[in-house]
């Protein structure tokens, strides 16, 4: 199974530019979220879904849309970037809200950097 | 807000030592999960604890969920270089009704 799958793994955008984080997963999990994770930090929430089409902000929303069309996808908008955002961003997914005995499954991440 | 304190915030340890790290809150969890983040990966989770006072063993990593369900530790045997990583404490509440709240994580690292 390929679990949480994450594009691009690596970027750099400059000032004021936009771009999408891409993310899916294939095991018809509800529950999808995105953490950014700065260095030698935890995990901070951005945005979670409970389902297609239903979406949800976290502690760190500012500067970050989401969507979900779809169960699979869920992917995550940057507009304006700022170097604020220099971050490891990760896309998680799980069956149940607070991730049950199986736990969230993370994608590997992608590094992005703002100049 | 709850939070999920994690210490030590940095080890570094020589190969074969023993060492114990802790996860502690103001909170009640319903269950507890342990997560091992290595340099470049996202985090894969090790363990789910639901059970206050319950004890899992995992080859050398045990895992203890307090008796309150306010904290939890996690002690190496015998560390190996393949220990090093970020490990991650995670708290659910409600009986898996809220999002896991992620602790500040310890990074560890095993000098071979």
């Known amino acids: 199974n390929a679990g949480v799958t994450q594009t691009p793994k690596f970027r750099i955008l400059k000032i004021g530019q936009s771009m999408t984080l891409q993310c899916a997963q294939d095991?018809?999990?509800?529950?999808m979220y995105w953490y950014r994770q700065d260095p030698g930090m935890g995990l901070k929430l951005i945005y979670y879904s409970v389902g297609a089409g239903i979406t949800d902000k976290g502690e760190v929303p500012n500067g970050y849309n989401v969507s979900r069309s779809t169960t699979e996808y869920f992917p995550l908008r940057l507009e304006l970037a700022a170097p604020s955002q220099t971050s490891v961003y990760f896309c998680a997914s799980s069956y149940a809200l607070g991730g049950g005995v199986d736990g969230y499954t993370f994608g590997s991440g992608t590094r992005l950097t703002v100049v | 807000t709850q939070l999920l304190e994690q210490s030590p915030q940095f080890l570094s340890i020589q190969e074969g030592e023993n060492l114990t790290v802790y996860c502690n809150s103001s909170?009640?969890?319903?269950?507890l999960q342990w997560y091992r983040q290595e340099p470049g990966e996202g985090p894969v989770l090790l363990v789910t604890v639901v059970t206050g006072g319950e004890v899992k063993k995992l080859k050398r990593l045990t895992f203890q969920f307090g008796d309150a369900r306010k904290d939890s530790s996690l002690h190496i045997t015998a560390a190996q270089p393949g220990d090093t990583g970020l490990y991650l404490c995670?708290?659910?509440?409600?009986?898996?009704?809220?999002?896991?709240?992620f602790g500040t994580g310890t990074r560890l690292t095993i000098i071979p």
């Open positions: 995670a708290g659910g509440t409600y009986f898996g009704n809220e999002k896991l709240t």
């Open positions: 909170s009640v969890f319903s269950s």
């Open positions: 095991m018809n999990h509800n529950y």
